[in-house]
């Protein structure tokens, strides 16, 4: 068998292919060079194969032919659940969540935001009264209440 060269060990699979092509262009290979590579390619297996066995039968182990583990994660060609074309059996629907419209959003957002600067103003001992307020009463009854203590 012949030794590669440096050059030729660190080729890519494209570059060789690259390679083989410039080669049947330049008339530096034949179609028939390219068939016969192949056919001793089988060949050489085929010897490989013949003293694999001669080995195993002189080392008197009949040793069983390793099979691969089985792989792990999704299959192969599986497709990504993105891709999926066909429903999931075992899925339930969603409940629908209830819109708002923007104006409420902005309306709890600006209301959150003034919560947060009066609680940020009150002592960390007395925050839950507070609290306890906005979850039973409301943010509103929070805020009044926090801004009376304040003395706003």
Request: net charge positive; charged share 30%.
């Amino acid at each position: 068998m012949a030794t590669r060269s440096a050059a030729t060990a660190s080729l890519t699979g494209a570059q060789a292919l690259y390679v083989l092509d410039q080669a049947l262009r330049d008339r530096k290979l034949t179609p028939q060079d390219l068939d016969r590579y192949r056919k001793s390619m089988d060949e050489e297996i085929r010897d490989l194969e013949t003293r694999l066995q001669l080995l195993r039968d002189a080392s008197g182990a009949h040793l069983p032919i390793r099979q691969p583990a089985p792989r792990r994660g999704r299959p192969v060609g599986a497709q990504n659940a993105s891709t999926r074309t066909i429903p999931r059996a075992a899925a339930r629907p969603r409940p629908a969540r209830p819109t708002r419209s923007e104006a409420e959003i902005t309306a709890s957002q600006k209301l959150q935001g003034q919560y947060l600067a009066c609680i940020s103003k009150i002592a960390l001992k007395d925050r839950p009264k507070y609290q306890r307020i906005a979850k039973k009463e409301g943010r509103e009854k929070a805020i009044e209440a926090m801004k009376k203590a304040l003395g706003r």
